[in-house]
């Protein structure tokens, strides 16, 4: 009996070590993308140190910092994703845990009621059990019944040696995901400590440029030439809009996709060719310093095309989406900085020059009135540029904006 009892204990010490199984289905690896930036960064900040003593006063290191800052601002908000995402990781394991440890919880409580049967009964209970049937029917009928209470405790330890293990993988797994969240979290605050540091060092230069009058003509002729390859970046992202649907469609008569979808379903976004007058503007307390078409620059007196607006407003000003839609594109263009463009329903793309602080990242979706970064300061002053596009034709955006 000693002996039976000893077996028992050790047997519940067994069950009181399982716990709670992994996570069926680990979520994503490691954002390449991050990796493609930080190599981006580091080329720049070679050439910065590169430069001269007299070439760090003029307009080609304010381009190389602009460019850095909106790198390191993509990597900032690439951490913050990953943040994100490791929070989602921590809290699904955190979940599954709680669950599992209710479930065992009542396999040890069916367990222990079967353990306590099988001492009560004795060493020989299961013949003791069928000799004392009062007919060969009623033994039969309790063999069946021994024999499926054998068979399900039978499982159930199974099930307790295989909790066990998923247990110990699922402890490994949550203690690798707060390592690497607390990684991320380290890496984001340093990051945004250079960038702090990277905006002071620009800010004190474009300081210097701005004295200049050259370099406000250089900017200006630089911008000239850049409306060409804000164009190109339109059709681009049409043409690449276009090839991805074919594929798409391709793949579904082929049979390679189950169900076919379009990437992003804009016909359910709201209806932006019924904003014509009424749009809200991107930014508020602003007023437009260049309007749609030619426009005469009054210091330097050159003419320029302007293919959507200039407002003039104050430094870090909020930049808000205008309608819903999806953020096609973040690139660094010279003369206009970091741009910025989201795509809308009913083939409009509206476009955001001379931005900092940008928020969101590229596959986004915004509603009307997100922000999606800050104003940034250039050589002509805070200036926010604002296109609209539908397909490859420029619109006059003052057409468009509410009258204030």
Request: charged letters at 35%; aromatic letters at 8%.
């Amino acid at each position: 009996m000693v002996k039976v009892l000893t077996k028992i204990i050790l047997l519940f010490l067994f069950i009181s070590t399982i716990s709670v199984a992994q996570i069926s289905d680990k979520i994503g690896s490691k954002n390449t993308e991050l990796k493609s930036l930080q190599v981006q960064i580091t080329k720049l900040e070679g050439e910065l140190n590169t430069l001269s003593k007299e070439e760090k006063s003029n307009l080609k290191v304010l381009k190389k910092m602009d460019q850095q800052n909106l790198l390191l601002g993509k990597k900032i908000k690439s951490l913050e994703k990953e943040e994100e995402n490791k929070t989602a990781i921590i809290k699904k394991v955190n979940n599954n845990i709680a669950s599992l440890k209710r479930k065992i919880k009542k396999l040890q409580e069916k367990y222990s009621d079967y353990l306590v049967w099988t001492y009560k009964q004795g060493e020989r209970s299961t013949l003791k059990y069928l000799l004392d049937a009062e007919s060969f029917q009623q033994a039969l009928v309790r063999f069946s019944y021994i024999s499926h209470i054998h068979k399900a405790n039978k499982s159930r330890a199974n099930e307790y040696s295989e909790m066990k293990s998923r247990f110990e993988k699922s402890v490994v797994t949550l203690t690798n995901e707060k390592k690497e969240k607390a990684k991320i979290i380290d890496e984001k605050g340093k990051e945004k400590k250079n960038l702090e540091q990277k905006r002071v060092a620009k800010k004190n230069v474009l300081s210097k440029l701005k004295k200049n009058k050259k370099n406000v003509i250089t900017e200006i002729t630089e911008k000239r030439k850049s409306e060409i390859r804000i164009k190109k970046m339109i059709a681009d992202l049409i043409e690449r809009e276009r090839l991805a649907e074919i594929k798409r469609r391709e793949q579904k008569l082929k049979g390679e996709l189950d169900d076919y979808e379009p990437k992003f379903n804009y016909d359910s976004f709201q209806n932006f060719a019924e904003l014509k007058g009424k749009l809200s503007w991107p930014i508020t307390k602003s007023k437009v310093e260049r309007g749609f078409g030619e426009n005469k620059n009054k210091k330097t007196k050159i003419v320029t095309l302007n293919y959507g607006v200039d407002l003039k407003t104050t430094e870090n000003t909020d930049v808000y989406s205008v309608a819903e839609g999806i953020i096609s594109a973040i690139e660094w263009i010279p003369g206009y900085g970091s741009v910025l463009i989201i795509t809308h329903r009913n083939n409009f793309r509206t476009v955001y020059g001379h931005l900092t602080d940008i928020n969101v990242l590229e596959g986004n979706k915004v509603q009307a009135g997100d922000i999606i970064g800050k104003v940034n300061g250039s050589l002509e002053g805070d200036i926010l540029h604002f296109e609209i596009w539908n397909e490859r034709n420029y619109q006059n955006p003052e057409e468009w904006l509410a009258k204030k």
